[in-house]
């Protein structure tokens, strides 16, 4: 199956550079480009794409809010922020709208066709260590408690499901959360899909912001 890319940039040289590294792979095409975000939204409308390449610094309407708008519609494709810098507040607003991961410019190619992969495929691209030091470095621009609504959401979690989305959010891996727990990977890959469906999030990216907004991870720190 051929996975339909969308790149959004302001830069016609970076789109070209991704659309020939793109192009060179046999389950891959470039179906659309835009040079920002209200064009973006514009293409989107009358084209199917699957993963978007999502530049955040653009004229016009920027990649986060692009990023918030495109999620909003049903049956969104997957976006994938590409940002200049690793600990980047563009990164963190487009983790927080709905972006599936996000990838530094200069990023090898074959790391940048394995994340476009790997988000097709339902899964997010941030390393859970780098989200953790994003989320540390801008927790304090998160909602400081009074956050009622989601605090009420984790009460459908068991407290093993609970367990699971601390460690997650601690930037641990499946592996290493079974480690941990004394459980098989299988069976934590069971946990985290559930804490997916009951809480209505996308990926793990969105389990490490909910459990940062909610405190039940708190920046620098443990659960």
Same mark, same amino acid.
């Given at each position: ?88 507040? +563009? ?120 459990? +940062? ?11």
């Amino acid at each position: 199956m051929t996975i339909r890319v969308m790149l959004v940039d302001d830069q016609v040289l970076l789109r070209t550079g991704f659309r020939m590294v793109l192009a060179a792979q046999p389950d891959m095409e470039v179906v659309a480009e835009a040079g920002d975000g209200v064009e973006a939204l514009q293409v989107l409308r009358a084209t199917a794409v699957d993963v978007v390449l999502m530049d955040v610094r653009m004229p016009k309407l920027d990649g986060v809010e692009t990023t918030r708008r495109v999620c909003a519609e049903p049956n969104p494709p997957k976006v994938l922020i590409l940002t200049t810098f690793d600990l980047d507040e +563009y990164a963190f607003s487009g983790l927080k709208a709905g972006a599936s991961g996000f990838m530094l410019k200069d990023v090898p190619p074959g790391d940048l066709l394995a994340a476009i992969r790997a988000v097709h495929s339902g899964d997010a691209v941030v390393a859970p260590s780098t989200t953790r030091r994003l989320l540390d470095r801008f927790a304090p621009m998160l909602p400081s408690g009074g956050q009622e609504p989601r605090h009420k959401e984790l009460q459908r979690l068991t407290e093993r499901e609970r367990e699971v989305m601390i460690l997650v959010a601690q930037g641990l891996s499946n592996g290493e959360i079974a480690a941990r727990l004394v459980l098989s990977e299988a069976t934590v890959k069971t946990h985290v899909g559930r804490i997916l469906t009951k809480l209505g999030l996308r990926d793990r990216v969105q389990v490490v912001v909910l459990a +940062y907004e909610t405190g039940l991870v708190r920046a620098g720190g443990h659960g």
